[in-house]
């Protein structure tokens, strides 16, 4: 089965600073597809940034940037000049396409806070 | 606006009692899935649809049934709800496999309390 494991429950940074939140991953696939997403107070879940596994150049959302290692099976999440609005709380979360398109994978999240 | 919907968005019940949460989607999205989130747990799949009559279990579907006869809508069902179903609930939709159609859509959350 699939995992995906953030092992930073919580972090901070202070406004205008850069910070990476970490997520790993296990699976057997070769072709699959990693996410970001961000969810505020509101609880709303919100797309960051996505990566296909096919790609090699890391995929870039504005201020928001990810490290994708496929052979460490590793997908970093980087926010620069960071804004009081990121302060939430983080999920990566894996995907398979074709057969079992359906199938998803959330870790366990990570809470962001920026200090001003 | 494209959007998922939910309703209803907050529900206090007791335990035992039948209840039905829904979910449309005007996108035409192939794809719908249920999640529940708890603290320090993140999202876990319930179940999931990759099209109309065709349903799969995801990590925790014990305790809870989905159907979906139409394209737009994947109720979800708590047949005899007990306290430890009490939880955050998503839908989502995605459009297909592949690519950027793989971007699930999320519904605004239904807050369930079981007591």
């Known amino acids: 089965a699939q995992t995906v494991t953030q092992s930073q429950p919580e972090m901070s940074v202070q406004e205008a600073e850069t910070v990476t939140l970490s997520c790993t991953y296990d699976t057997s696939e070769s072709d699959y597809y990693l996410f970001w997403y961000k969810q505020p107070p509101s609880r709303q879940m919100i797309l960051v940034i996505r990566q296909e596994a096919y790609k090699q150049q890391n995929a870039t959302e504005n201020r928001f940037s990810v490290n994708f290692q496929k052979a460490a099976k590793s997908f970093s999440l980087k926010i620069s000049d960071s804004q009081l609005g990121d302060a939430a709380m983080y999920f990566c979360?894996?995907?398979?396409?074709?057969?079992?398109?359906?199938?998803?994978?959330f870790g366990d999240g990570t809470t962001l806070t920026v200090k001003p | 606006e494209a959007q998922v919907t939910q309703n209803p968005r907050y529900l206090i019940t007791v335990t035992g009692k039948k209840l039905t949460v829904t979910c449309s989607q005007n996108?035409?999205?192939?794809?719908m899935s249920w999640y529940r989130q708890d603290p320090g747990l993140g999202l876990r799949q319930i179940y999931y649809s990759m099209n109309v009559e065709v349903t799969d279990k995801g990590d925790v579907p014990e305790g809870y049934k989905v159907s979906r006869k139409e394209k737009r809508n994947f109720p979800l069902i708590l047949e005899s709800p007990s306290p430890n179903q009490t939880s955050l609930y998503f839908c989502?939709?995605?459009?297909?496999?592949?690519?950027?159609?793989?971007?699930?859509?999320f519904g605004p959350g239904t807050r369930l309390t079981v007591t």
């Open positions: 979360a894996y995907r398979v396409p074709n057969t079992n398109a359906g199938k998803s994978t």
């Open positions: 996108m035409n999205h192939e794809y």
């Open positions: 989502a939709s995605s459009l297909g496999s592949g690519g950027i159609s793989h971007e699930q859509y």
